[in-house]
């Protein structure tokens, strides 16, 4: 990309005394789709912050369409055509798509009155310009989470954006809807707008970037062409070291018992039908499909969220009824729920006590009193048997990274010694080194015994840790792969949307 | 959502209908024009409350204050007027308009400055704003023989007049016109103006607001300071009504009725959803509740029965729409 959009100079920044961004330089070409890589933490924050004007870098440059700015400030950045579309959207729930794609501007504009036919007209025109078609009275907080991505990006279109940054724009959508934004994304780079992308995972950033910016610990580490990285390559640079994946073995002489979970065509109206399987202890058992596939409806069965109106579940052999989570738990099954900020964790509480709220009933001593010793004991085991980075038990859930975080929620349920683990997106929005980490740990639950069931919208996540693999359909179980190693990507992908590969399915 | 909505307002004044029906066949002279005048007069008051109200709790916000408000400043401005000896409605007006707005500043002053819970502040305010006013103004009441007469010919003037069979006449109070003109520029205001969209924006993503670039703390004493101006205007058409001042009216009893009327009418105890038809059809819905329990055989606690009742029941609606909005997206059925 000869015609060169934006460049950042040298940008430096600390926070308290932390070096956030040391000495970090960025170019961004016109109609270019750039890749912004790189763990929790390491600046990629602060340095899309920087770029949008919303944080005054302590030295360097943005430079934008040539001109030099030393204290960009976040109108001025808009008004060259920067717009930063962060995690949660900054959408108007309760108002209309049109008047979210509009209003904006007229606020911009420091109009004083809004003209309903201008508030349609501007937000029909950008809808067709990325040729997207969504209802313009509905609600936005009736529409799903890619659909109010899409209203996002036709607003930052609206205002005139030359550059929209993305921050982790894939963490909470599909695959199906992964692929819509990447369509969407090509459009806008036809039309000359470019787009900064921030992504975790590294399939997407292969997918989808002409170039790739990596950057640990507030450095550059360098600046790469699509075709220069691999997988692996761009896991070492952005990790600092090398993470080798060997599938998990299951011996297949344990499956000579008895299987510790079994499902007999269980079915629920509209969320899954005639769903039968087994899971035997020691077992990863994956369990992938797309949103509304049933995958995450029958595992909230499992757990006594969502009650099948037919089938059977035995556990040991014997049948079990499961009402409530209660039940659950005293079966010994514990259930990692996918989005572990609103349903994994009390974020605004101490780690410790999200660890042993599972468990309270044990830590009783004199009087059936809740005993502080018993307390601190099993919260500091766990905080060093998961590892958990965290100065004390005392700290607030929401002071965490993403795996620290993910890490007290295990730590939660294996308090309850579950002997079935229900995983569901277990590393969602978590970084690579963080994510084997997690990685490991289900890895050892399962060779001491626990019967795991992993689901995930990741195949690569699922093919690297499972011994076996469901994959679900339309509410149905479409295929059971006995050997997860001997899968292929591409046919997995394949499966899982019920399209035929045509040898560039995967992307 | 939007359709539900409105089936609301729609559900609501059914509920109405039926009720005066119900009413009437107790008592043939409640559907009649003259009553319906008269219930007019007396729930101006609280409508051009329930307006200002429902405008703070759009944004987000809530305040409740606005009692206090309006009796410190019909109280301060009746005296002032005794003091002054300018026997002029539109100068009373005049002065609690500024009281009123001097009031919602302070409000917002806090708010938008200190960013402390808005319930909070104006819990504070409320009894700031009477406490000063008991100590320092006085708590004399006045009655209708030491009132002012631009508060009493104003109360009793009329915008349309009708004659009885007897030949006397009824009519409909000018407190008409200045409902109407209320909720006319409120209407403007929430609707054609950016304003009033950021109004609602703010009530459901504040944090979006503040990044879109507007000044979310002018919008704020734009809120407040209007919630005031509502309370005071209210203040003086009280005074008009009962003929008599005195340092302890509306408190008591508005407070919990406006909040009532604004929750039946639709409004959202959360913020940013709402409508001024539900708002206004909540007040029909109180006052008639207010003032004909007693034709229906039931006693006036029913009433305040009612009043906690359905404040009880439109907040627990809000918290299992959530809990359903919730759910759907713990289930993850798409659409």
């Known amino acids: ?218 450095r550059k580490v360098g600046d790469y062409a699509r075709g220069e990285l691999d997988d692996k390559k761009l896991t070492y640079l952005m990790t600092g070291r090398t993470i080798e994946y060997s599938p998990y073995r299951f011996p297949p002489e344990k499956k000579q018992s008895a299987p510790l979970l079994e499902v007999r065509s269980l079915s629920r109206q509209g969320h899954f039908r005639d769903v039968s ?88 001593g004199f009087l059936r009193l809740l005993n502080p010793r018993k307390i601190k004991s099993t919260q500091e085991g766990w905080l060093s048997d998961l590892k958990i980075k965290a100065p004390s038990a005392r700290v607030r859930a929401w002071s965490l990274s993403g795996g620290n975080q993910q890490r007290v929620v295990l730590a939660k349920w294996l308090a309850t010694k579950p002997r079935v683990f229900i995983l569901d997106g277990p590393t969602i929005g978590i970084d690579i080194a963080s994510k084997s980490t997690i990685h490991e740990i289900i890895r050892s639950l399962a060779e001491q015994g626990m019967a795991i069931l992993l689901i995930s919208d990741e195949i690569p996540e699922i093919l690297h840790n499972c011994n076996r693999v469901l994959v679900m359909r339309g509410g149905r179980l479409e295929k059971e792969m006995p050997d997860a190693a001997a899968v292929g990507e591409a046919e997995m992908l394949s499966l899982v949307s019920g399209k035929v590969s045509n040898g560039t399915a995967a992307t | 959502m939007r359709t539900l909505l409105r089936r609301n307002e729609f559900y609501l004044f059914l509920v109405i209908v039926v009720f005066s029906l119900a009413i009437t066949i107790v008592n043939p002279a409640f559907f009649t024009i003259e009553n319906m005048f008269d219930l007019m007069r007396s729930s101006a008051g609280m409508a051009i409350l329930a307006v200002g109200f429902f405008v703070v709790l759009l944004s987000g916000g809530i305040d409740i204050s606005f009692p206090a408000v309006a009796c410190v400043a019909q109280y301060i401005t009746v005296n002032a007027i005794i003091a002054l000896g300018i026997d002029n409605i539109w100068l009373a007006f005049a002065i609690a308009s500024a009281i009123g707005i001097a009031f919602g500043a302070a409000n917002a002053f806090f708010i938008s400055y200190f960013r402390i819970p808005t319930l909070i502040v104006t819990l504070a305010t409320m009894n700031l704003f009477h406490g000063a006013m008991l100590e320092f103004v006085g708590t004399k009441a006045i009655n209708a023989g030491q009132l002012p007469s631009a508060f009493k010919s104003f109360g009793l003037a009329d915008v349309l007049s009708l004659q009885r069979a007897d030949g ?73 009504l009962i003929r008599f001042s005195s340092s302890s009216v509306i408190i008591d009893s508005e407070l919990l009725h406006v909040i009532a009327a604004v929750i039946l009418g639709g409004a959202s105890i959360m913020g940013g959803s709402g409508t001024l038809t539900g708002t206004l059809l909540g007040v029909v819905m109180i006052s008639i509740l207010e003032k004909n329990l007693v034709l229906l055989g039931l006693s006036n606690f029913v009433q305040q029965f009612f009043v906690g009742l359905i404040i009880v029941l439109g907040v627990s609606i809000t918290h299992i729409q959530k809990q359903i909005r919730n759910r759907r997206s713990l289930t993850l059925v798409r659409e």
């Not at chain 1, 109609?31 to 929790?40: D, F, P, Q, R």
């Not at chain 1, 008047?99 to 025109?125: H, Y």
């Not at chain 1, 609600?139 to 005139?160: E, H, M, N």
């Not at chain 1, 974020?347 to 468990?359: A, E, K």
């Open chain 1, 1 to 218: 990309m000869a015609d060169l959009f934006l460049e950042a100079r040298r940008i430096s920044k600390a926070y308290e005394g932390v070096q956030a961004l040391d000495d970090v330089s960025l170019t961004i070409g016109r109609g270019e789709v750039h890749c912004l890589v790189g763990e929790n933490g390491s600046g990629k924050s602060t340095l899309i912050k920087c770029i949008g004007g919303v944080v005054n870098p302590d030295s360097g440059q943005i430079v934008i369409n040539g001109r030099a700015h030393e204290h960009l400030q976040a109108i001025d950045a808009i008004r060259e055509g920067i717009q930063i579309i962060y995690q949660d959207l900054s959408l108007y729930p309760n108002v209309t798509v049109a008047e979210n794609i509009s209003l904006n501007q007229f606020v911009e504009r420091r109009a004083s009155f809004v003209n309903w036919n201008e508030v349609r007209s501007i937000a029909a025109r950008g809808l067709a310009e990325i040729e997207e078609d969504i209802a313009l009275e509905a609600l936005a907080q009736d529409l799903s989470v890619a659909k109010r991505q899409i209203v996002a990006i036709t607003r930052s279109l609206t205002q005139g954006a030359k550059l929209i940054i993305m921050d982790e724009p894939t963490s909470a959508i599909t695959r199906e809807d992964v692929d819509h934004l990447f369509s969407v994304i090509a459009r806008l780079k036809q039309k000359g707008i470019s787009t900064l992308f921030i992504s975790h995972k590294l399939s997407e950033v292969f997918e989808i970037a002409d170039a790739v910016t990596i950057i640990r610990d507030g």
């Open chain 1, 277 to 364: 399987f087994s899971l035997w202890a020691g077992e990863i058992l994956g369990l992938t499909g797309l949103i509304g596939s049933g995958r995450t409806e029958l595992a909230l069965a499992l757990f006594g969220l969502n009650a099948p109106d037919s089938g059977e579940i035995l556990l040991d052999g014997s049948p079990v009824r499961i009402g409530s989570p209660e039940d659950a738990v005293r079966l010994g099954i514990g259930y990692l729920p996918e989005d572990r900020l609103t349903q994994g964790l009390f974020i605004g509480q101490s780690i410790g006590d999200n660890i042993i709220i599972t468990v309270l009933k044990k830590l009783l």
């Open chain 2, 168 to 240: 006397s006449t009824y009519g409909l109070s000018v407190f008409f016109l200045v409902l109407v003109g209320v909720v006319l520029v409120t209407w403007v205001i929430l609707r054609y103006t950016v304003l009033g969209r950021v109004i609602y924006a703010m009530g459901g993503n504040l944090e979006a607001v503040k990044r879109s670039g507007f000044n979310i703390r002018r919008t704020q004493f734009f809120i407040y300071c209007y919630a005031g101006l509502l309370a005071s205007i209210m203040g003086v058409i009280y005074v008009s």
